[in-house]
T-cell receptor, first 114, second 114 residues
Framework: EAQVTQNPRYLITVTGKKLTVTCSQN?????MSWYRQDPGLGLRQIYY???????DKGDVPEGYKVSRKEKRNFPLILESPSPNQTSLYFC?????????????FGPGTRLTVL | AQSVTQLDSQVPVFEEAPVELRCNYS??????LFWYVQYPNQGLQLLLK??????LVKGINGFEAEFNKSQTSFHLRKPSVHISDTAEYFC????????????FGTGTSLTVIP
């Protein structure tokens, strides 16, 4: 089954404790991205990747890191989480960047930073 | 950067009544427009998209949307809603002129009342 998976689905952590949220897709997509969803703000793009070893900042990259060492994986790293990063996070992939393709979303990761 | 405005944050509607969810985007030479739906506790999935051609676009589950370039709008409609349409709806835009990013609106929560 074609899908985007994220782990963990739920995470409660404390300020300053490094964490990684994994994202994996099995569709051989080139383009992957991370979003955060906050009430009243919709989805905002954090980082995106056009292909292996190619990443770029979205609209809200502060406090986040990403890497793209393999085509299928695109982990999101919070080196020193803070309470303002409490949010619902989605990973998405699309075949390539033409701006015309459907994005396929993972099920989401709900992060709480205390 | 592009911006997307969804004017209605919440729309209650009775079952079998028609509904329109409004979306406006900032002007650009060319844009690609999308509507995504998010059911409770799930990721987003594509309802429909406009790339070019006919301004009336039909999507899944009986939804349709009309691209209006002069008004920079892409409103979503359904002639008769069902309880199962209760969800959050997001309008999104991309453009070959503004980088390799997708921009989402703040979402409209549609509640269908029995």
């Amino acid at each position: 089954e074609a899908q985007v998976t994220q782990n963990p689905r739920y995470l409660i952590t404390v300020t300053g404790k490094k964490l990684t949220v994994t994202c994996s897709q099995n569709m051989n997509h080139e383009y992957m991205s991370w979003y955060r969803q906050d009430p009243g703000l919709g989805l905002r793009q954090i980082y995106y990747s056009m292909n292996v070893e190619v990443t770029d900042k979205g609209d809200v990259p502060e406090g986040y890191k990403v890497s793209r060492k393999e085509k299928r994986n695109f982990p999101l790293i919070l080196e020193s989480p803070s309470p303002n990063q409490t949010s619902l996070y989605f990973c998405a992939s699309t075949p390539n960047w033409a701006g015309t393709d459907t994005q396929y979303f993972g099920p989401g990761t709900r992060l709480t930073v205390l | 950067a592009q911006s997307v405005t969804q004017l209605d944050s919440q729309v209650p509607v009775f079952e079998e009544a028609p509904v329109e969810l409004r979306c406006n985007y900032s002007s650009s030479v060319s844009v690609y427009l999308f509507w995504y739906v998010q059911y409770p506790n799930q990721g987003l999935q594509l309802l429909l998209k406009y790339l070019s051609g006919s301004t009336l676009v039909k999507g899944i589950n009986g939804f349709e949307a009309e691209f209006n370039k002069s008004q920079t709008s892409f409103h979503l409609r359904k002639p008769s809603v069902h309880i199962s349409d209760t969800a959050e709806y997001f309008c999104a835009v991309s453009s070959p002129n503004t980088g390799n990013q997708f921009y989402f609106g703040t979402g409209t929560s549609l509640t269908v009342i029995p």
